[in-house]
């Protein structure tokens, strides 16, 4: 699924129009490179000479931290090795949740995420593609949203887009501003577009990229592609993916992640990226006027 959903990207950078030919390969370039690891690490920190004891909480982080500093310094001058999954900075193997880092252009998949409902084994294509699927379109996307395209292809921070390509970058993420500040959190707070934009960018990526993979995965598996409880797998991909964000939360907790989270609210997640994917409409047959229509005009048009 993670060269599927990498492939359906690189077909889309490879066909783009609105790129100039320079940040179009710069940015096929840093894909290629991008390092996607999944689950547990291949070799675990030994810990076995820290001593810890019973009751003493403030001495057992000194002597962690004192452990992984003289480990780090043991490593000075020699060959860069990675420990993501095992050190406890990095993204753990325990922990819920998928990450990317500009400064590695890397992506962390704990094994913890690998269940439902983010993903499932048994569960048809529809519903793992639009889950785990668009998670991963997610954090490739990062690479590439508004604080992403500031890194290279090895981390480092450098301007390799071309001026016209940031002011069209620019023009279309701002449609995710303003469709963002226009939702109603409560009836009296609107979310943060401004906050919250690269993460709704890529939450865009990350549904768009993972349909695609799905309808070309059906095309060669014809035989999967079933209706399941009288939905298609486009209305289940859909369907699925805003299942992934549904939360419950009190008042004041809501006020205050809308006020200080990059992320937006679950309520919000849940259908906003697929009002920028046609396929979303025409899975629906969603038309102007409905509840869920959004014009063609106000559709961010990136990837």
């Known amino acids: 699924m993670v060269g599927r959903v990498h492939a359906e990207f690189r077909a889309r950078l490879g066909k783009n129009t609105w790129l100039t030919k320079a940040t179009r390969q710069q940015a096929l370039n840093k894909l290629d490179k991008v390092k996607i690891t999944v689950g547990?690490?291949?070799?675990?920190?030994?810990?076995?000479?820290?001593?810890?004891?019973?009751g003493d909480y403030f001495g057992n982080l000194a002597r962690i931290s004192e452990f992984l500093a003289r480990r780090n310094l043991a490593r000075w001058g020699g060959p860069v090795t990675e420990d993501e999954f095992a050190n406890p900075a990095e993204t753990l193997p325990t922990v819920i949740n998928a990450a990317y880092d500009p400064l590695?252009?890397?992506?962390?998949?704990?094994?913890?995420?690998?269940?439902?409902p983010t993903y499932d084994p048994k569960a048809d294509p529809a519903t793992n593609f639009c889950t785990i699927g668009a998670v991963i379109?997610?954090?490739?996307?990062?690479?590439?949203?508004?604080?992403?395209?500031?890194?290279?292809?090895?981390?480092?921070?450098?301007?390799w887009w071309v001026k016209t390509d940031e002011v069209k970058f620019n023009k279309e993420t701002q449609k995710l501003v303003r469709?963002?500040?226009?939702?109603?959190?409560?009836?009296?707070?609107?979310?943060?577009?401004?906050?919250?934009?690269?993460?709704?960018?890529?939450?865009?990526?990350?549904?768009?990229?993972?349909?695609?993979a799905l309808n070309k995965y059906l095309k060669t598996h014809p035989e999967e592609n079933k209706v399941i409880d009288g939905l298609t797998?486009?209305?289940?991909?859909?369907?699925?993916?805003?299942?992934m964000w549904s939360?419950?939360?009190?008042?004041?907790?809501?006020?205050?992640?809308?006020?200080?989270?990059?992320?937006?609210?679950?309520q919000y997640r849940a259908f906003a990226a697929a009002q920028h994917e046609p396929g979303f409409f025409t899975a629906f047959r969603i038309r102007q006027g409905d509840p869920m229509w959004l014009s063609p005009k106000d559709r961010a048009k990136i990837w």
């Not at 547990?40 to 019973?54: G, L, T």
């Not at 590695?104 to 439902?116: D, H, T």
């Not at 939360?247 to 006020?259: C, H, N, S, V």
């Open 179 to 212: 469709q963002s500040s226009a939702f109603k959190v409560l009836p009296d707070l609107h979310a943060n577009g401004e906050l919250t934009v690269t993460e709704n960018l890529a939450d865009v990526g990350g549904i768009a990229f993972a349909y695609g």
């Open 104 to 116: 590695r252009n890397a992506i962390e998949i704990p094994a913890a995420f690998l269940q439902p």
């Open 247 to 266: 939360d419950k939360m009190r008042e004041g907790f809501l006020r205050q992640i809308t006020a200080t989270n990059p992320h937006a609210v679950g």
């Open 233 to 243: 797998q486009s209305q289940r991909c859909f369907i699925a993916w805003g299942q």
């Open 137 to 159: 379109g997610h954090e490739i996307t990062h690479g590439f949203d508004s604080g992403g395209r500031h890194y290279d292809e090895i981390g480092r921070a450098r301007n």
């Open 40 to 54: 547990y690490p291949e070799k675990w920190i030994d810990y076995s000479a820290v001593d810890i004891r019973a």
